[in-house]
């Protein structure tokens, strides 16, 4: 079942056609480079600011609201890119184990989120400065950061494992 | 250039370069680290470049955001050397003689000369892009110039690996 889906995935259109060209894939990835190095680095402000590692002299909600537009707007390019990079290849993607990998701690670090946006961020505005951060913003922080540090191995991982270019 | 051919072929055979070669993980570590130095100066570079366009964070002075972030570009970059080296050590077929790897770094001596110009002016006046429409203008053509630049380092990174030199 999910084999089918697969192959269908690959034998589609968009699949041969980044799949089959020696140029489409790379600039594929050129996009998908940008966006989460975008997603990677505007998150780990936030994290670092809730561990209490940068911009200190700023509140968490101001640094949140600074970084998270930036977050968004990749995170939607990163998800199309990476999705027209996988149909291109989809049976072996689908095998890779670091690329399941990498969508768990992707979903992981969402739940993170959630759960510190619905329940940890209340009063983030008074958040001043490290000691005003409350232990519980700065574990979340920290989890977030490890998460979003093996998601980016974990993709680069992905490149070693799939038998083609690097 | 046969000079230079000389010296990766020597470079290939050093017990180094064998070492890296050998030991599976450790390019992707490498390239991992390499990436998220990437993540760290594309943020910097966005926010930077975004403030001076006026589509974002109009409400703070460049120049603070200028002391948040333009260091965080210069603490990145010696990291990125560093990996940078290291990965051509493991494969010196991939960069010297590569002409995408040499147009990354003339784009990046380019990005590096610019941000420091952009920097400049702000030591004796926080406001110098702020004022006069006519300076403002400058700002923008200067962040649009760095944000070109950026993008042009990213993508050409990726291209090294398919560039490939005979």
């Avoid at chain 2, 010696?78 to 051509?88: A, H, N, Q, R, S």
Wanted: positive net charge; proline residues 3%; aromatic residues 8%.
């Amino acid at each position: 079942m999910i084999e089918t889906l697969l192959q269908s995935l690959q034998d589609s259109v968009i699949g041969t056609a980044i799949g089959g060209g020696a140029t489409l894939f790379p600039w594929i990835e050129c996009a998908h480079v940008l966006a989460l190095t975008t997603v990677i680095g505007s998150i780990a402000l936030v994290d670092l600011r809730l561990i209490g590692v940068v911009s200190r002299g700023r509140s968490v909600a101001q640094v949140t609201d600074e970084a998270l537009p930036l977050t968004w707007s990749a995170f939607a390019v990163a998800v199309i890119t990476g999705a027209l990079m996988f149909v291109s290849n989809a049976v072996a993607y689908g095998h890779n184990s670091f690329f399941l990998i990498k969508l768990t701690l992707i979903a992981l670090a969402g739940l993170n989120m959630a759960v510190y946006q619905g329940f940890l961020s209340r009063g983030a505005e008074d958040w001043v400065n490290t000691e005003s951060t409350p232990l519980r913003a700065r574990v979340a922080g920290a989890i977030s950061l490890s998460l979003w540090v093996g998601i980016a191995a974990a993709g680069r991982w992905i490149g070693f494992t799939m038998g083609a270019v690097a | 250039m046969g000079t230079l051919n000389a010296f990766c072929t020597w470079l290939a055979q050093t017990r180094l370069s064998q070492g890296i070669q050998t030991t599976e993980w450790i390019i992707p570590a490498i390239q991992t680290v390499h990436i998220l130095c990437v993540a760290a100066v594309m943020t910097s570079v966005l926010l930077l470049n975004l403030r001076l366009l006026g589509l974002r964070a109009r409400d703070q002075p460049f120049d603070s955001l200028a002391a948040r972030f333009v260091p965080v570009i210069w603490w990145s970059l010696p990291i990125l050397l560093t990996t940078g080296v290291i990965l051509i050590i493991a494969e010196p077929g991939r960069a010297p003689q590569n002409p995408v790897f040499l147009l990354k770094m003339g784009l990046l001596s380019a990005a590096v000369v610019l941000t420091s110009i952009c920097r400049r002016p702000l030591r004796k006046d926080a406001a110098f892009w702020d004022q006069a429409s006519g300076r403002r203008w400058a700002g923008r053509l200067l962040a649009g110039i760095s944000l070109a630049l950026w993008i042009g380092i990213v993508c050409a990174g990726r291209w090294i690996a398919y560039v490939q030199v005979a």
